[in-house]
């Protein structure tokens, strides 16, 4: 594979949590923005109030992706990180 982004849509549909992998030979060309961005416009499609996931904090190339793409970032404790974006 190349690259994967998943979608799970909470039983309300108030919230949908993201994932994405990109495989290293991948990485650096777009890939996890299109399949972050299309995500996105499911999640619209689908009426939800915000669209999260859980990154690594030494992620710094996906965290500077979320902040571009108009998330907000929150530190939490042991590496991790929450990016999230509200859509209404």
Not at 12 to 28: M, R
Not at 69 to 86: A, M, Y
């Amino acid at each position: 594979f190349v690259g994967i982004g998943t979608l799970f849509i909470d039983p309300d549909f108030g919230n949908g949590e993201f994932s994405v992998v990109v495989s290293d030979d991948c990485q650096g060309k777009g890939l996890g923005y299109k399949l972050i961005d299309t995500l996105i416009g499911i999640a619209q499609e689908k009426g939800l109030e915000k669209f999260y996931g859980i990154v690594l904090t030494d992620n710094r190339k996906m965290i500077n992706l979320c902040r571009k793409l108009g998330f907000t970032v929150e530190n939490w404790p042991d590496g991790l990180s929450r990016v999230e974006l509200h859509l209404r």
